[in-house]
Nanobody, 118 residues
């Protein structure tokens, strides 16, 4: 069973936009208290943090490389988390992964490819 299931991604031209989604099968009483985040891994590079949204108050933090261009948000009705990306450039090309964390438990989505042409 996969706790987190991603959708979205694909190919986009430089300067374009894409939105990624990460839905969960976990019940709201549990998952709503977990930190949710996005990571990405480009070919030949280490996985890097992209953005996160805190439990309860939905405050966010983003990596410097994506600030002002990427926005992480949560639909509190079903705990789906989104990564809204705009102003995309070639350096954003990567496999994107969502995750959920609480204490010693960490879960990952299956990953989705984003390709930005320039």
């Amino acid at each position: 069973q996969r706790l987190l299931v991603q959708s979205g991604g694909g190919s986009v031209e430089s300067g374009g936009s894409l939105t990624l989604s990460c839905r969960t099968s976990e019940r709201t009483s549990v998952i709503s208290k977990w930190e949710r985040a996005w990571y990405r891994q480009a070919p030949g590079k280490e996985r890097e943090f992209v953005a996160a949204i805190n439990p309860s108050d939905d405050t966010t933090y983003s990596a410097s490389a994506v600030k002002g261009r990427f926005t992480v948000s949560r639909d509190n009705s079903d705990n789906t988390v989104f990564l809204q990306m705009s102003g995309l450039n070639a350096s954003d090309t990567a496999v994107y992964y969502c995750n959920a964390n609480q204490g010693g438990s960490t879960f990952w989505g299956q990953g989705t490819q984003v390709c930005v042409s320039s």
